[in-house]
């Protein structure tokens, strides 16, 4: 199932693997690894939606998710919608490009193939950016819950949540979603594809303190600093409140996960001691996650 922006934390552990080894470090400036990048954010800051990069500044056709150095290069040249560290807006669209080309310029692997060799193979989990023929053909086909969602998510023309999810074009798009033009991209800030079953075991390592089956791919630090609220304040993005973590939301329960527009989601409730995960492929609100969050809590 493709599950939109529950991929974001994925990336995010990606580049935090990196960080773990120190072959990068959460305050150096982008720019020390990505030399034509021009906005003065810190790796810190790309990590908690701070950066001031929350859309791609050149529009760009459904075509272009297909071309990595095209989007990179956008970002790089781009100037920053806001200073960045002063105020949150999530990279709906952006946030995968900016940390997935951060793991290509430290480690020379892209993030779908650091993510399939390094994380989800050691942890058995059945997920990916980029998938191939016989990958793709597993996938469900996403539908609408009905028609109006698209024009709903994308909010008021020419705000910053519709640059945000608007560019490059297609991505609420059933047409562009289900082509292998989309399941073959790296996308990694809404194309993660995913069995719910591979989210809630991804979590459960996290929850573990970075280890899964005697397999320990984090630190514990790394974890401890990975689930720590970094920002709490407006998200110019979501228009509300929001607590960003290095790649998830946190919750006022205590709870770290992330979201996703159509209605799939995945977290770890540290203070009841589960992880969640649900992945949808009719695009619609999140009233099924409520609702089976409130069955669940009831029996704890």
Known sequence: MNVYSVGKPVAALCLLMLVDRRRVDLDDPVAA???????????????????????????????????????????AAAEPDW??????????????????????????RSVGRFLAEEI????RLDLGFGLGPADQRRCADLTYGDPGWPTRMLGEPGSLRARALGNPAGGLDL?????????????????????????????????????????????????????????????????????????????????????????????ADPERGYTFAYATSRLAEHDRVDDLVEALHSCL
């Open 83 to 108: 200073a960045p560290g002063t105020v949150a807006g999530e990279h709906a669209w952006t946030y995968g490009h900016l940390v997935g080309e951060l793991v290509r310029r430290v480690d020379g």
């Open 33 to 75: 690894h990505w030399p034509e990048f021009r906005t003065p954010a810190t790796v810190r800051q790309v990590l908690s939606h701070t950066a001031g990069l929350p859309a791609f500044p050149v529009p760009r056709p459904a075509e272009a998710v297909a071309d990595w150095a095209l989007l990179c290069a956008d970002l």
């Open 175 to 267: 047409a562009v979603v289900n082509s292998p033009l989309w399941r073959g991209a790296e996308v990694p800030a809404v194309n993660l594809h995913a069995t719910a079953a591979a989210l809630a075991r991804l979590y459960a390592g996290l929850l573990a303190d970075g280890t899964l089956d005697g397999v320990r791919l984090f630190s514990r630090e790394l974890v401890a600093e990975a689930t720590r609220v970094q920002y709490d304040g407006p998200d110019l993005v979501l228009d509300r409140r929001a607590s960003w973590t290095l790649g998830m939301q946190w919750e006022p329960d205590g709870s770290w996960g992330m979201g996703g527009i159509g209605g799939s989601s995945a977290w």
């Open 120 to 123: 989800a193979a050691p942890w």
